[in-house]
């Protein structure tokens, strides 16, 4: 696998006015990082925050090419796990940034996952009101979802990203061969946003997805790269056409709804965020049938899609009133109904007002959620 790179470079621009910023994918690039860091930025030291087995893999190729450009580098580790996204980790960091002596000038790069990127980009937006920030992301999910958009934050001990900001980096720069060291589990978990993006809003690439998910999950890069370059750009033009997450970025809900009710009810342990979504999913698209919404046949594609990426689709075995409870404390609820996403087919996807009680009405959660039956979740 390891060699020569994929010479094949793609952009996506993600058109925000004078806030654009470029999407760099590629395999193999992580050493020219550094070049267009310092172009991007106008920085001439940059704080690199990462993981310690992150940094250890992945950290002396980007460093080397930041300093070849003539960039002084310093370099931060928070402990790896989400319990790390915090205030604490945060204050770890300023305190790092106060003894480099980073200034306004002083770019901050994060080379990670999700948890990375989100607590990188939360200090970025707070160190001295908002210094330059750099995604260069390291599992799928980061690639094609978390580092593209601008929402950066830290989890409170009351709740998952609570404290927060938009803060839109400057660049994301991604070597999609930094996934070789992700475990298949996690890159199955990211893949699960890419059929969420292809399900919502493009069924071409939906049906590519059909072809090309296995190989890609595979780290075929001839299969991989053109499947990172399509889900990064449906998500930079949702991003672009609406910013603050007002409407068209409601789709992108899709399978978060339940998802987030059996992350929940799991206590965040067992279960990846893109499993959980991957059931939610293959729920949503179950009602979006009965409810007439989507023509038959669309629910089954999903679904076979999901399998064929290794991913679960049955709940897990919890009381339907838990699931009720559950639904009843997501955020996105308005009243007492939520603004469920459901398929139109596959490629189009809408909102219907519905209650907890119609995202999962008895006899159909009965017939899906079956005591001593496997739940979705994997320990
Ligand atoms: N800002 C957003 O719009 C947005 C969107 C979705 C998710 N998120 C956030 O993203 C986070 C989840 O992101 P994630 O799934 O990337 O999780 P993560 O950052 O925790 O990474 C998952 C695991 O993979 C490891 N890892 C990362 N890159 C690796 C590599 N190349 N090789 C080997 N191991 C590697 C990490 O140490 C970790 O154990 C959550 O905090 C979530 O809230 C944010
Ligand atoms: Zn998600």
Redesign the pocket.
């Known amino acids: 696998m390891r060699g020569a790179s994929v010479s094949e470079r793609r952009r996506v621009t993600v058109a925000l006015g004078e806030r654009s910023y470029p999407i760099e994918i590629g395999a193999g690039t992580l050493r020219d990082a550094g070049g267009a860091i310092a172009e991007r930025t106008g920085a001439s030291r940059v704080v690199v925050v990462t993981?310690p087995?992150?940094g250890r893999?992945?950290g002396p190729a980007l460093l080397r090419g930041m300093k070849a450009a003539g960039l002084s580098v310093a370099r931060i580790e928070v402990p790896?796990g989400?319990t790390h996204?915090s205030l604490r980790q945060a204050s770890r960091i300023y305190e790092a940034l106060l003894r480099a002596g980073a200034d306004r000038s002083t770019a901050i790069v994060a080379l990670?996952?999700?948890?990375?990127g989100?607590l990188a980009g939360f200090v970025a937006a707070t160190w001295l009101r908002g210094v330059p920030f750099v995604q260069v992301p390291?599992?799928l999910?980061?690639m094609v979802?978390?580092s593209i958009?601008g929402?950066?934050a830290v989890n409170l001990p009351q709740g998952?990203?609570l404290a927060g900001a938009f803060h839109q980096p400057r660049l994301v720069w991604i070597d999609a061969r930094?996934?070789e060291?992700?475990a298949a589990r996690?890159r199955a978990?990211g893949m699960a946003e890419i059929v969420k993006a292809a399900a919502i809003l493009d069924a071409d690439f939906f049906a590519r997805l059909e072809r090309d998910a296995g190989r890609a999950l595979a780290l075929e890069m001839d299969a991989l790269l053109p499947v990172i370059a399509r889900a990064c750009a449906i998500k930079a033009d949702v991003v672009a056409r609406d910013e603050r997450e007002t409407g068209l970025r409601m789709l992108l809900n899709f399978g978060h709804t339940v998802g987030h009710a059996i992350e929940a009810l799991q206590r965040y342990r067992g279960i990846l965020?893109g499993e959980a979504v991957a059931i939610g999913m293959v729920w949503a698209g179950r009602r979006s049938e009965e409810l007439g919404l989507a023509p038959g046949g669309t629910a089954a594609r999903l679904r076979d899609l999901l399998a064929r990426c290794a991913l679960p689709a049955a709940p897990p075995v919890f009381e339907r009133r838990a699931y009720l409870a559950a639904l009843r404390v997501d955020k996105k609820r308005t009243d007492a109904r939520i603004r469920y996403v459901v398929l139109r087919g596959i490629g189009k996807a809408d909102t219907v007002p519905l209650t907890p009680e119609q995202i999962l009405p008895a006899a159909a959660f009965r017939e899906a959620v079956r005591p001593g039956r496997r739940g979705g979740g994997r320990e």
């Open positions: 993981e087995a992150i893999r992945h790896r989400e996204k990670g996952g999700g948890k990375v989100d390291t599992t999910l980061a979802d978390s958009g929402k950066v998952k990203n930094t996934l060291t992700l996690e978990a965020h």
